[in-house]
């Protein structure tokens, strides 16, 4: 019923429209310490010749003619060169929307404000550009990131769902941390730990794990963040996370983008995404049935754009545990690979991990990993990606692609040998 699609055919199938990406994180995170990178340059590799990709900061030359030696990419490519955290890639469109209507205009095409999530501000600079904007009206994206607002629609849509308490912080009340202590304490009567995330996650943010012993320090933690509302939930023993990827175009069709694996860090933090393992077909069934419910009630409601649903996997039941209402990190990689495919050939399997080494230039990387750099023809390889954070910490992001899960791990382990690894 719901054929695979690739996102950039969903995105836009018309050859006179120009796509306009702006991977911007801060869209999403009103509240940024030094852990949230804007991660505009993602899209970098996912443009094709005659699309734009828009910066919050400077483009690294030297991997963007990298990956134009290599056919990715595009030459129309917008900085603005913001030093502070204080506006979002799309505010600063706002203020300045000149940069970007000059190449608008040089392409002469009808433009799509493409966003990684789809606030007020997004729906303001789609205006400023004269563009469509692919993507939900606030209302919509914040109702359906909403983790608690998520589980009370999976109910209504007889969903079943992991059993959680909704707990409203308010530091004020010399009472409220007990009252968060004893319903901590409820559940570590029946499981080890609890976990406890902020209602609209942030990057990572506002999640931690408890065993009790901590509970008045993780609290403080959550009063000084500003979160207004936690779920507290019993931590489980996970089988497997699969992402279930779906994407509602502008006139509503809906067309799914496949289901991948998961990869956590300490059950919590996700790290990357693995595509092409087997999983039972119950449990792809079960997903693939759960999904469509809920994205058919998204479409109905007015949600346009990625939606990403999480799930775990135990072994007494499948459960949807969020809803990521906006691109996914693994949306860059899937369109990524969608362009190497056609280049080269089919890509069986595909790994994206959130890696470290030592700080360094691009160039400086490449032949540090010359033996698996991507190189254009041979399949087994690393594709290195979102490396606007490399010469400071070291972070970047590769795509391991491969012919099979042995490759995989092969290159994996010649990696770690390196020094380029996670932490």
Same mark, same amino acid.
């Given at each position: 019923? !719901?054929?695979?699609? &690739?996102?950039? $055919?969903?995105?836009?199938?018309?050859?006179?429209?120009?796509?306009?990406? #702006?991977?911007?994180?801060?869209?999403?995170?009103p509240r940024r310490d030094a852990s949230v990178n804007s991660k505009c340059d993602r899209a970098l590799p996912v443009a094709r010749g005659d699309e734009l990709v828009v910066l919050r900061g400077k483009l690294d030359h030297v991997y963007h003619k990298w990956l134009r030696s290599h056919g990715l990419g595009s030459d129309y490519v917008v900085e603005y060169n913001a030093q502070s955290r204080d506006m979002t890639l799309s505010e600063l469109i706002i203020n300045n929307p000149g940069p970007v209507k000059n190449i608008i205009r040089e392409i002469g095409k009808k433009p799509i404000y493409v966003p990684w999530f789809s606030g007020r501000m997004e729906t303001e600079a789609a205006k400023a550009l004269g563009a469509d904007l692919f993507g939900a009206?606030?209302?919509?994206?914040?109702? !359906?990131?909403?983790? &608690?607002?998520? $589980?009370?629609?999976?109910?209504?849509?007889?969903?079943?769902?992991?059993? #959680?308490?909704?707990?409203?912080?308010?530091?004020?009340?010399?009472?409220?941390?007990?009252?968060?202590?004893?319903?901590?304490?409820?559940?570590?009567?029946?499981?080890?730990?609890?976990?406890?995330?902020?209602?609209?996650?942030?990057?990572?943010?506002?999640?931690?794990?408890?065993?009790?012993?901590?509970?008045?320090?993780?609290?403080?933690?959550?009063?000084?963040?500003?979160?207004?509302?936690?779920?507290?939930?019993?931590?489980?023993?996970?089988?497997?996370?699969?992402?279930?990827?779906?994407?509602i175009s502008r006139d509503g069709n809906i067309s799914s983008l496949g289901i991948r694996d998961q990869i956590f860090e300490r059950g919590m933090v996700h790290i990357g995404t693995l595509k092409g393992a087997k999983a039972s077909p119950d449990i792809l069934n079960y997903i693939t049935k759960t999904s469509v419910k809920i994205v058919n009630n998204m479409a109905e409601s007015g949600y346009r754009g990625v939606v990403g649903i999480d799930y775990i996997v135990l072994d007494d039941g499948i459960f949807p545990v969020e809803n990521n209402a906006r691109f996914n990190g693994s949306s860059y990689v899937s369109m990524i690979v969608d362009n190497i495919e056609e280049l080269i050939s089919p890509i069986p399997f595909w790994k994206f991990i959130k890696i470290k080494t030592s700080a360094c230039s691009f160039i400086e990387l490449t032949k540090r990993i010359k033996p698996v750099l991507y190189d254009g023809k041979k399949l087994n390889s690393v594709f290195p990606f979102s490396c606007d954070t490399l010469p400071l910490s070291g972070d970047f992001s590769v795509i391991l692609l491969a012919g099979n899960m042995d490759e995989i791990f092969n290159m994996e382990e010649y990696l770690k040998e390196i020094g380029v690894k996670r932490n």
């Open positions: 019923m !719901y054929d695979y699609q &690739s996102l950039r $055919k969903c995105i836009s199938n018309n050859d006179n429209e120009l796509i306009i990406y #702006g991977a911007d994180n801060f869209s999403q995170c009206p606030e209302t919509e994206t914040l109702k !359906y990131n909403d983790k &608690s607002v998520f $589980k009370t629609m999976c109910r209504q849509l007889d969903v079943s769902v992991v059993e #959680g308490t909704l707990f409203e912080m308010h530091p004020e009340n010399n009472k409220n941390c007990i009252e968060m202590k004893n319903i901590i304490s409820s559940y570590l009567a029946t499981c080890k730990t609890v976990i406890i995330r902020g209602t609209l996650g942030e990057a990572g943010m506002s999640l931690y794990k408890t065993r009790g012993n901590d509970i008045s320090q993780i609290y403080q933690e959550i009063s000084i963040s500003g979160e207004k509302s936690i779920m507290i939930e019993p931590f489980l023993d996970v089988l497997s996370s699969p992402n279930d990827q779906w994407v």
